[in-house]
């Protein structure tokens, strides 16, 4: 009979732990929690940008608390139930990379059968109006850029083109082209040139190692976005309270793309640039990265976004107008982030029967 090693049993006993066991950062009590908290899996994760779109959940009696929460790495984990789907909700805060983090977060420590972010979202698209509901098909990081030295143009290679890392293919802004007090005739031109749109690097899970993939637009899940469908005819708000009202009724539309990236958008001519250039609907500042972390872990994800302001850079002269209306905004989001939820046990309930 063979003898195993001190060093092969202990190699052998390291391989047979969990991911959550090998994870030091994790307290043993931490540990122990979400473990017991994974049994009563799986669960919807509802990542949420910030708490005024977190707290109409929370407040909502379509919401169940189980009263389990659970604090690691800076986050906070609630633990519920909505149409009786279990449910995971967690705040990610302002930006792409808490967005990012928090997400990864939730995927790789708890059992998650799929991801719906919702929130609030600027917006670029003239048929669209404020407190409406958006779920785009795709999204995109529009902010990783090549910005050409200037004296370059559309037909000169970019930079480590050549090698894969940066391309020409997806489009670029001309900065000269948004020149302004420019007499009828003359020439003009622009140091800041042009900057050219790139896709993210990235690495699937089920891909190898270290060889890397792009990806721009990021589709939601096709089964998602179908269900997502039945929503187009819910009734949304259109009062802040009894005397401040919209003058039309906010409506749920599924459009075709939306994109984020660290930048708060107030510019109407960058904003139109983006609905004319790549049909952009909400513009945000998280969900493409909750979209990139889900693509690559392979999980199901879906954005619900609702549309706190007029156009982006124009429409209302009040400066306060985000403020005013983010709460009849975020109200909305959560009136469709429920009734999505609802309609996706139902679906799974129909063919588990």
Not at 192 to 220: C, K, M, Y
């Amino acid at each position: 009979m063979r003898t195993l090693s001190v060093a092969s049993i202990l190699l052998y006993a390291l391989l047979m732990l969990s991911p959550l066991q090998l994870n030091v950062a994790l307290s043993t009590e931490t540990q122990m929690l979400i473990e017991e908290a994974n049994m009563s899996g799986p669960y919807l994760g509802l990542v949420i940008p910030n708490s005024y779109e977190m707290d109409p959940l929370l407040q909502s009696p379509n919401f169940t608390s189980s009263n389990l929460f659970i604090d690691f790495s800076g986050r906070r984990f609630r633990f519920g139930t909505i149409a009786n789907k279990p449910v995971i909700l967690v705040m990610t805060g302002l930006s792409m990379i808490n967005a990012a983090i928090t997400t990864q977060l939730l995927l790789s420590q708890f059992d998650i059968e799929g991801v719906v972010h919702y929130g609030v979202a600027r917006h670029g698209n003239p048929s669209l109006n404020l407190a409406d509901v958006v779920i785009p098909r795709y999204w995109s990081h529009s902010a990783l850029w090549s910005w050409q030295r200037y004296g370059n143009g559309p037909e000169d290679e970019l930079p480590l083109e050549k090698d894969g890392d940066y391309t020409r293919e997806i489009g670029y802004l001309n900065v000269a082209n948004y020149t302004t007090n420019v007499a009828d005739g003359s020439t003009y031109d622009n140091l800041l040139n042009n900057i050219w749109f790139q896709p993210e690097e990235v690495f699937p899970i089920d891909g190898t190692p270290e060889e890397r993939q792009h990806s721009f637009w990021v589709a939601v899940d096709p089964l998602y976005y179908e269900i997502s469908q039945k929503l187009e005819d819910l009734q949304l708000e259109r009062c802040l309270n009894s005397t401040t009202c919209l003058p039309h009724i906010p409506k749920v539309s599924r459009v075709e793309r939306g994109t984020s990236a660290s930048i708060f958008l107030s510019n109407a001519a960058y904003r139109s640039f983006l609905f004319d250039k790549f049909n952009i609907s909400p513009l945000d500042m998280e969900s493409a990265s909750v979209a990139l972390v889900c693509l690559q872990q392979r999980v199901p994800f879906i954005v619900i976004r609702a549309l706190s302001s007029s156009l982006s850079g124009s429409g209302s002269s009040d400066p306060n107008e985000a403020a005013k209306f983010i709460s009849l905004a975020s109200k909305n989001s959560v009136v469709a982030v429920v009734e999505f939820t609802r309609q996706l046990s139902l679906h799974q309930q129909l063919i588990t029967h």
